[in-house]
């Protein structure tokens, strides 16, 4: 989309705008404005420390998944393993002179983060890849637990990214694997990319 462009991932919609998303390049270490009508691909939108790396890293990644709730823009930072948040306009640009907020720093439990989703319960649910678990996260505290997988089984091998059913299907977390292509579970287990289907109980 852009000629600087190198490793585009997470992609969030913005509420009550039509014709523009955010698009984050995980390389790069920042999350472009796309207009869908146009095809203008702003990648000035959004440059904070918190998406990059250190020292801006080709070989690392860092804002990973990225998501919209309640006038912030949350994203994972893969180098940082950490969960920030920034608040935004309704045209889905950050609020002038706002300052990024760290929700929470997962080092001590994961060593990366990828995709995640909103539960009905409060919680952020975030994926771990490299880990083969779901963290669940305390926006308002920064507590976090591990509620799926863990790093030598197998349910979640490599969990990359995840969603919440609507309706009735509500507190079915649906999460996608790798199968551990990246990370072989204890060295050897690998299998083919899955969903899996979790009941969550709020």
């Known amino acids: 989309m852009s000629e600087h462009s190198t490793f585009l991932n997470g992609v969030t919609s913005i509420p009550g705008v039509s014709n523009a998303i955010l698009v ?3 390389a790069t270490g920042v999350v472009g404005y796309l207009n869908v009508t146009t095809g203008d691909f702003d990648t000035t939108a959004f440059t904070f420390p918190e998406m990059s790396t250190v020292g801006g890293a080709s070989s690392s990644i860092g804002v990973n998944g990225i998501h919209i709730l309640d006038s912030y823009l949350y994203w994972t930072n893969s180098f940082f393993v950490s969960l920030f948040r920034v608040r935004i306009l309704p045209s889905g640009y950050p609020v002038p002179c706002a300052t990024p907020e760290l929700v929470a720093n997962l080092s001590g439990t994961a060593t990366t983060l990828d995709d995640f989703a909103f539960g009905n319960d409060g ?8 880990d083969n678990s779901i963290i669940r996260v305390d926006p308002a505290t920064g507590l976090s637990r591990t509620v799926i997988g863990s790093k030598d089984s197998m349910l979640v091998a490599g969990s990359t990214a995840v969603a919440f059913g ?13 199968g ?22 709020f």
Do not use: C, F, M, R
């Open 166 to 178: 609507k309706g009735l299907h509500g507190g079915t977390l649906y999460v996608t694997t790798s």
């Open 24 to 26: 984050a390049d995980s």
């Open 180 to 201: 551990a292509l990246g990370a072989p579970v204890n060295g050897t287990k690998t299998e083919g990319a899955k969903v899996v289907a979790v009941e969550i109980e």
């Open 123 to 130: 919680g952020v649910y975030i994926t771990t890849n490299l």
